[in-house]
């Protein structure tokens, strides 16, 4: 079964945009970047385990898809344990005042299984990898 034919939710899921402008990344405040990564992570780990969910209800999973999937909530928790590691947790926690002025992270909502990969692939290949490069060539390990 191919996972255009067998991934499909019954519902959305709501994932984070990945879209990265390098411009204004580069000119972001570390406390920010950190915010934008850590919720893009939580969205993405409450996205992989609610589409867990559905697809335990669902006759359509494979055992191929299954595996997948808990490889993903996997990698998901070995990416926090490394942000914690890198001190990111400390820096996207902001002052009250802070919040205010904080931008929503921006989202968009996935059908099927096949997108919340690309999108998941995406952010590992994103704004991730572009906030641990940094944070490790500034030496917060």
Request: charged share 20%; net charge positive.
């Amino acid at each position: 079964m191919g996972c255009a034919e067998g991934c499909s939710f019954s519902e959305n899921i709501t994932v984070p945009d990945t879209k990265v402008n390098f411009y204004a990344w580069k000119r972001m405040a570390v406390e920010q970047q950190a915010l934008e990564v850590w919720q893009g992570l939580a969205l993405l780990s409450e996205a992989i385990l609610r589409g867990q969910a559905l697809l335990a209800n669902s006759s359509q999973t494979s055992e191929t898809l299954q595996l997948h999937v808990d490889r993903a909530i996997s990698g998901l928790r070995s990416l926090t344990s490394l942000l914690r590691a890198l001190g990111s947790q400390k820096e996207a926690i902001s002052p009250p005042d802070a919040t205010a002025s904080a931008i929503p992270l921006r989202t968009f909502t996935v059908d099927t299984l096949c997108k919340f990969f690309r999108i998941y692939s995406n952010f590992l290949r994103g704004k991730l990898k572009l906030y641990t490069g940094e944070a490790c060539r500034r030496g917060d390990r």
